[in-house]
């Protein structure tokens, strides 16, 4: 996996650069990420199958459960719903930590070395700072998020209860509506920082996660522009890639939903009786292409916290020599 030739992360570089640079270097690397991670990325499919197979082919009884609980006459349906939706939910955080621990681990020794070399099992001690590191993040990030959604719902409940006690019409419905739409998309560009927070707190060994934030925040804002078309720009090309990879996913999700929406409403079943299997085996080969998918992403913004480390780097030396200059 090491390499003379890797690319330093600590260069200044175009957008298009760290796009292009990061995919490259992923695809490189390819062999060693998924001679690492490939255990966790089939664990990660066959929960995804699994649960995906579970709420498709329960989707007659959730939706009926949905009405009766609208309805005030039970939510049992509902409450193994959610019981089910955040056993998924803890389960797939444990194995994306693990999945994305080694990657991690390859993109700090790049940082220092500037080359790479194969990460330590997951079972050793070596691997275990990584590991916890990426845990603590997402335990901080969690609660970051519920104080923000928490803030949002707070919001919407003070404009109902204003609405409600001024009596107003259909337009101040649709204007309050306007402007949680627009809160939602501020909340959202305020925590695009934290994706240079993120690698700047994963790569640095020792780090404290809010004496990172605190000092890391601020250098986020400043190029919010150059993170904001990076996301951008990788959202996109991961979208097109997805939409093509997984077509035989969606198609089939789709004829199962349709097929069960019919048997709802009286309809015979439309759909052969080994169905059930063969969407297992789909989906467990989309979850397991969608895994390296999601982990191609994360070089990109590698590249483009180099770019903006040195960036930085640079403008603290252009101010100290100007300070020189004045003195």
């Known amino acids: 996996m090491n390499s003379e030739n890797e690319p330093s992360v600590f260069h200044v570089r175009s957008n298009q650069a760290v796009i292009s640079t990061g995919y490259k270097f992923f695809m490189g690397q390819f062999k ?14 066959l929960a995804f199958a699994l649960t995906l197979n579970i709420f498709l082919y329960q989707m007659p009884q959730l939706l009926e459960a949905a009405m009766l609980a609208r309805r005030g006459v039970g939510s049992a349906g509902l409450s193994d719903v959610h019981a089910l939706s955040l056993f998924y939910m803890l389960v797939m955080t444990v194995v994306v930590i693990l999945l994305l621990a080694p990657v991690f681990q390859c993109l700090q020794q790049h940082q220092h070395s500037g080359v790479t070399a194969p990460p330590a099992k997951w079972y050793k001690v070596s691997a275990w700072p990584m590991t916890l590191r990426l845990l ?7 609660l970051l998020e519920f104080i923000v959604i928490l803030v949002i719902v707070l919001i919407s409940m003070m404009g109902g209860m204003l609405l409600a006690v001024a009596g107003m019409g259909q337009g101040s419905v649709i204007a309050i509506t306007l ?16 994706v240079y927070t993120s690698y700047k707190y994963l790569l640095t060994p020792d780090a404290v996660f809010f004496k990172t934030l605190k000092s890391t925040y601020g250098v986020g804002l400043r190029h919010w522009g150059s993170l904001f078309l990076v996301v951008l720009m990788v959202f996109i090309i991961t979208s097109l890639i997805s939409m093509v990879v997984m077509m035989p996913y969606n198609i089939l999700t789709a004829a199962i939903s349709w097929s069960l929406m019919g048997v709802a409403n009286g309809d015979p079943v439309g759909m052969p009786g080994y169905i059930s299997w063969m969407s297992f085996i789909v989906f467990s080969v989309a979850g397991f292409v969608m895994a390296y998918i999601n982990i191609s992403y994360l070089f990109p913004f590698y590249y483009l916290y180099g770019s903006i480390e040195k960036q930085e780097q640079e403008r603290k030396e252009m101010m100290h020599n100007r300070n020189l200059t004045a003195i």
């Open 179 to 194: 402007a949680l739409g627009v809160l939602l998309l501020v909340c959202l560009a305020f925590q695009l920082p934290l």
């Open 32 to 45: 060693t990420i998924f001679r690492h991670t490939w255990p966790f990325a089939i664990v990660y499919a």
């Open 136 to 142: 603590r993040l997402t335990l901080w990030f969690v």
